[in-house]
């Protein structure tokens, strides 16, 4: 991703900067197009945020160097790698100093078009969503004012902060809608599943078309449409903690306990372990979970029942989830 990422803008500033001598010119800011499959709405771009080439390249600077953290060592790409399209494969994240999280790191894919962020819904935008992990004691663990204060006496942020932002430096609102003008382009590519539904018919083997029936019938009234979410909150029968009793991080109703965001599906094959504190290491045992009808979790919500698919039912839904893996599409920039 970040390779694909590189050189694409860097022949989208090429293209708008540059004439057929190669001598310098004095482009306009260059707008990146970010393709997305078929059946999803156009990306959702804030208009005081619009996706410049050189915000994105910015954000995805930053958002794979540790300056960010407060040992230097953990950056927001440590939690969130591009081959496990952008989860990290732990059962609970790890930050500064060695210090484990609450949760596990859920998919950046499609961020862009998530209702809520956070397991819990605790942000709403991702301008705003980034600096809860900065400040996280379990993460980052650095204030905002330090964060700023060495981007400030960086030998090269600065200028690039400037040359993003119209003469704005590092700030809040510019380290922030720097990091998601980045993350709005980690946008799924078509799938073997997007094919199907196209109307290729041999897209999908007989085990997988299977599946996606089973799929049809019982995991679509929360996993439904293109992003294959709902984005609403459910309590989907896991056991909680007193530690992490869900949707902690703002007070809810006691209707609210062991609910949480319901995650988007695609490419749910790379991003293991599975639920909110990554309990289950393969889909095998998520779909066992819900065969069996969940843990008996209170406020279990209705949909959880118990499904008693034979061995080869199971088998089939595993398959077809496969099919929902994709890898990050790249971005092109617009003439």
């Known amino acids: 991703m970040r390779g694909h990422l590189r050189l694409l803008l860097a ?9 057929g001598a190669g001598l310098a010119e004095t482009p306009g800011p260059v707008t990146v197009v970010v393709p997305v499959p078929d059946g999803f709405e156009p990306l959702p771009v804030p208009p005081q945020n619009p996706l410049r080439a050189d915000r994105v390249a910015l954000g995805d600077r930053l958002f794979f160097d540790p300056i960010l953290s407060r040992d230097r060592t953990v950056s927001c790409g440590s939690c969130h790698l591009p081959e496990l399209s952008f989860s990290d494969g732990r059962q609970k994240s790890v930050g500064v100093g060695g210090a484990v999280g609450l949760r596990n790191a859920p998919s950046l894919l499609n961020v862009a078009y998530r209702k809520t962020l956070f397991w819990d819904g605790g942000a709403l935008f991702l301008e705003s969503q980034a600096l809860v992990p900065l400040e996280d004691p379990h993460e980052m663990d650095l204030a905002p004012q330090d964060a700023l204060a060495r981007l400030r006496e960086h030998p090269e942020y600065p200028t690039l902060f400037a040359e993003a932002f119209d003469g704005d430096g590092p700030n809040v609102q510019t380290l922030t809608y720097a990091l998601a003008a980045f993350q709005r382009t980690l946008v799924s590519a078509p799938t073997d599943f997007d094919r199907y539904r196209a109307g290729d018919a041999s897209a999908l083997e007989d085990d997988e078309r299977a599946g996606l029936a089973l799929f049809e019938t019982h995991c679509q009234s929360c996993h439904a449409g293109p992003q294959l979410t709902t984005d609403g909150f459910k309590n989907n029968g896991a056991s909680v903690t007193d ?9 809810f109703s006691d209707e609210d306990r062991g609910t949480f965001r319901v995650p988007s599906l695609r490419a749910v094959a790379r991003t293991a372990p599975y639920f909110h504190d990554g309990r289950f290491a393969d889909l095998e045992a998520v779909v066992d979970h819900y065969d069996r009808g969940g843990d008996g979790t209170p406020g279990q919500s209705a949909r959880v029942l118990p499904l008693r698919l034979s061995p080869d039912d199971r088998a089939a839904l595993v398959a077809f989830l496969h099919t929902l893996y994709d890898r990050p599409a790249h971005v092109e920039a617009a003439p």
């Open 11 to 19: 022949a989208a500033f090429c293209a708008a900067g540059c004439d």
């Open 243 to 251: 530690d992490d009793p869900g949707r902690a991080r703002i007070t």
